[in-house]
T-cell receptor
Framework: GAVVSQHPSWVICKSGTSVKIECRSLDFQATTMFWYRQFPKQSLMLMAT?????????EQGVEKDKFLINHASLTLSTLTVTSAHPEDSSFYIC???????????FGSGTRLTVV | QKEVEQNSGPLSVPEGAIASLNCTYS??????FFWYRQYSGKSPELIMF????GDKEDGRFTAQLNKASQYVSLLIRDSQPSDSATYLC???????????FGPGTSLSVIP
């Protein structure tokens, strides 16, 4: 149990366009999902906490107008990178937990390349 | 002070040996501790979680927690080349839901 699906696995987009990444909990309801970004050879950096039915909570330094998060249901959260630029190229990963103390299950990640 | 610290490595061990990975954390009120394994280009996968002082064993893996010393470790017995990956220590602090990741330790198991 506790499967998290993330799509797409990879995407290449032109600079200035927007990209939407979906994160779904397949076999459980996730009231809270998390979005991370990981640059090469670096650790996971929490971008925001996505709460179902309410606004996301962004970490310091993360532009909320650039990284739009929507958590419309208990099984789906989306991250939209708006007006993407090459420096937004990174590995974006979502996660959720059936129970907090049992750890987080990660989606498979999305490799975003902005050209 | 960083919230979760790990030696970046790389840590190299011969096949069959014990690999010891260490992690320290700054939030004394932290309640849950996790070890993740991440292969290059892939998402992290949960190996173990622990929240009581002492040892917790699962197959070849043993997690050790010492809250007084704010220290958590992961031992991998009979290391295999397939264990070569980056190991991430993660800590859930006093802020509910929020999990902080360490920078990760790169492990290389030499055949």
């Amino acid at each position: 149990g506790a499967v998290v699906s993330q799509h797409p696995s990879w995407v290449i987009c032109k600079s200035g366009t927007s990209v939407k990444i979906e994160c779904r909990s397949l076999d459980f309801q996730a009231t809270t999902m998390f979005w991370y970004r990981q640059f090469p050879k670096q650790s996971l950096m929490l971008m925001a906490t996505s709460n179902e039915g309410s606004k996301a909570t962004y970490e310091q330094g993360v532009e909320k107008d650039k990284f739009l998060i929507n958590h419309a249901s208990l099984t789906l959260s989306t991250l939209t990178v708006t007006s993407a630029h090459p420096e937004d190229s990174s590995f974006y990963i979502c996660s959720a937990s059936r129970r907090i103390d049992y750890g987080y299950t990660f989606g498979s990640g999305t490799r975003l390349t902005v050209v | 002070q960083k919230e979760v610290e790990q030696n970046s490595g790389p840590l190299s061990v011969p096949e069959g040996a014990i690999a010891s990975l260490n992690c320290t954390y700054s939030d004394r009120g932290s309640q849950s501790f996790f070890w993740y394994r991440q292969y290059s280009g892939k998402s992290p996968e949960l190996i173990m979680f622990i929240y009581s002082n002492g040892d917790k064993e699962d197959g070849r893996f043993t997690a050790q927690l010492n809250k007084a010393s704010q220290y958590v470790s992961l031992l991998i017995r009979d290391s295999q080349p397939s264990d070569s990956a980056t190991y991430l220590c993660a800590v859930r602090g006093t802020s509910y839901d929020k999990v902080i990741f360490g920078p990760g330790t790169s492990l290389s198991v030499i055949p």
